[in-house]
C-alpha cells in the first residue's frame, strides 16, 4: 500500500532537492556578465565551464543512475546532494580559471546521478494513480527554481554583493534538503508482486536498453534539446547585456520569464498531449523552440523589452519536452528495472553531446564570429530536435514492457 501523506513529503522534498541542484547548475551562465570580467575570461572561457560541468554530469549519470538500480535510491542520492552543496559553495570561492574549471567539473559528477535516481525513487513510491504527476512536479522544478527563480535570485544577489556571495546561498538549501531526505525518506523495498517493483538488473538487462532503437532516438532528441536548452540560456544573458547593452539584472528577468513558459506552457502541451497525442504535442514544442534564441536578435522586440520577454513566454515548453521525450518515452521503452539506467543513458547523451560539445563550439563561434553566432547554433539544434521527435515512438500507458521479451507496444502518436 501507498501512502500518500509520505508520497506528498517525497515530493516536496525531491522538488526543492531537484530544483536547487539546477539553479547550482544554471547559476554560472546568468552570473557569466559578472564573472567573465572579474577573472577576465573569454567567451571561449565561459563555454569551457559550462562544457565540463556537462562532461562530468555525463560521466556519471549513467554508471551511477545503474548503481541505483542495484543498492538503492538513498545510497546514491544523499551522498550526491551533499558534494553539489560544498562545491557549489567552493565555486564561489574561486579566484582563477583553473580553479573554477576543475570545480565545475567536480560538481558535474556529483549531480549526474541525482535526476535518474530521482525519476526512479519517485516512480517506485508513488502509486499508479499519482506516480506521472508526482514525476511531472518534481521535473518542473528544475525549471521553476533553476531557470525563473534562478535567473532573478542569483543575478540580484551579485549586483548587491558579489557574485561569490550568489553561489554560496545557491549551495545551502541543497545542503539542507540533502540532511531532510537522509532523516525522512525510505529506500523503497522490493515487492515482487507489484510491476515497478522488481528483481535487480543483469548485465543482459542493462545490454538490452543498448538494443533499443527508441533509446538511441530519445538520446538523439536529448542531444538536441540540451544543445538548445544550454547555448540558450548560457549565451542568451551575455548577448543581451553586451551587445543589447541590457542590464544583467532585466536580462535575468528576461530569462526568468522564458523559463516561467517553460513550467505553464509544458505543463500545457503534456495535458494535451493526453488528449491528442504525445507526439503531435512534442513536435509542437520542438518548433517553438526553434523560435526562442532566434527572438533575442530582433531589435524592435527590445522596444519595450517586456514584449521580448512575453514572446520568450510563449516559446519556451522546456518542462514538457523534458517530461514527454527526455522521461516518459526513454523509461516506457524499456523494462522497469532498467528505467533509472535507460533515463541514465539519454541523459549522458544528452549531456556529452548536448551540453559539453555545443557550448564549448558555442563559445569558440562566439569569439569569432559574435555572440549571435551560439544563438544560430541552439536554433539549429532545435530543428534537429524536431526531427528526431518526428520519428520517435511513444505508447500508451499500461502498453510498457514489463519484462525483457516484452516488445510490439501500440505506438500513441
Known amino acids: 500500500m501507498f501512502n500518500r501523506r509520505y508520497e506528498l513529503t517525497l515530493v516536496v522534498l525531491l522538488f526543492v532537492a531537484w530544483g536547487f541542484v539546477f539553479l547550482d547548475r544554471m547559476a554560472l551562465p546568468f552570473l557569466s556578465p559578472y564573472i567573465k570580467p572579474d577573472l577576465r575570461l573569454s567567451d571561449s572561457q565561459i563555454g569551457n565551464l559550462n562544457a565540463v560541468l ?3 554530469w555525463a560521466a556519471s549519470t549513467f554508471l551511477l543512475g545503474a548503481l541505483s538500480d542495484r543498492v538503492g535510491r538513498k545510497p546514491v542520492l544523499v551522498p550526491s546532494l551533499m558534494l553539489v552543496a560544498l562545491l557549489t559553495v567552493a565555486s564561489g570561492m574561486a579566484q582563477d580559471y583553473d580553479t573554477l574549471l576543475v570545480t565545475r567539473g567536480l560538481l558535474g559528477i556529483a549531480e549526474g546521478p541525482i535526476w535518474a535516481t530521482m525519476a526512479a525513487l519517485i516512480s517506485e513510491s508513488s502509486s499508479e494513480k499519482t506516480r506521472g504527476t508526482n514525476l511531472a512536479i518534481v521535473l518542473s522544478a528544475g525549471t521553476i527554481i533553476g531557470l525563473v527563480i534562478g535567473p532573478i535570485l ?12 550568489a553561489f554560496y546561498i545557491a549551495g ?14 525510505k529506500n523503497p523495498q522490493v515487492d515482487k508482486s507489484h510491476h515497478l517493483h522488481h528483481a535487480k538488473p543483469t548485465m543482459k538487462d542493462f ?18 534539446f540540451m544543445s538548445w536548452l544550454y547555448l540558450f540560456n548560457a549565451f542568451g544573458p551575455l548577448y543581451m547585456a553586451e551587445v543589447k547593452g541590457l542590464d544583467p539584472r532585466v536580462a535575468g528577468m528576461v530569462m526568468g520569464t522564458s523559463g516561467m513558459g517553460g513550467v505553464v ?21 520542438s518548433i517553438l523552440a526553434i523560435l526562442s534564441p532566434l527572438l533575442l536578435m530582433v531589435d524592435f522586440l527590445y522596444q519595450p ?3 521580448l520577454a512575453g514572446l520568450g513566454f510563449l516559446t519556451n515548453c522546456s518542462v514538457g519536452i523534458t517530461t514527454l521525450v527526455l522521461v516518459v518515452a526513454a523509461a516506457e521503452s524499456v523494462p522497469h528495472n532498467t528505467a533509472a539506467a535507460a ?3 539519454v541523459s549522458m547523451f544528452g549531456e556529452i553531446v548536448g551540453a559539453t560539445v555545443m557550448p564549448a563550439i558555442g563559445g569558440a563561434l562566439a569569439t569569432q564570429y559574435g555572440l549571435q553566432a551560439p544563438l544560430l547554433l541552439g536554433a539549429g539544434s532545435a530543428a534537429v530536435m524536431a526531427l528526431a521527435i518526428s520519428m520517435l515512438s511513444f505508447y500508451r500507458v499500461g502498453d510498457i514492457a514489463q519484462t525483457n521479451q516484452t516488445r510490439g507496444f501500440e505506438k500513441y502518436v
Open 343 to 345: 533515463i541514465g543513458m
Open 265 to 285: 506552457l509544458g505543463f500545457l502541451m503534456v495535458w494535451l498531449a493526453g488528449r491528442f497525442g504525445r507526439k503531435p504535442a512534442a513536435l509542437i514544442m
Open 172 to 185: 545551502l538549501p541543497v545542503f539542507i534538503v540533502g540532511i531532510l531526505i537522509w532523516r525522512l525518506v
Open 305 to 307: 523589452v517586456s514584449l
Open 207 to 224: 545490454h538490452q536498453i543498448l538494443k533499443t532503437p527508441n533509446i538511441w532516438l530519445c538520446s538523439l532528441a536529448a542531444s538536441a
Open 54 to 56: 556537462a562532461l562530468g
Open 154 to 165: 542569483v543575478t540580484q544577489i551579485a549586483s548587491n554583493y558579489s557574485w561569490h556571495s
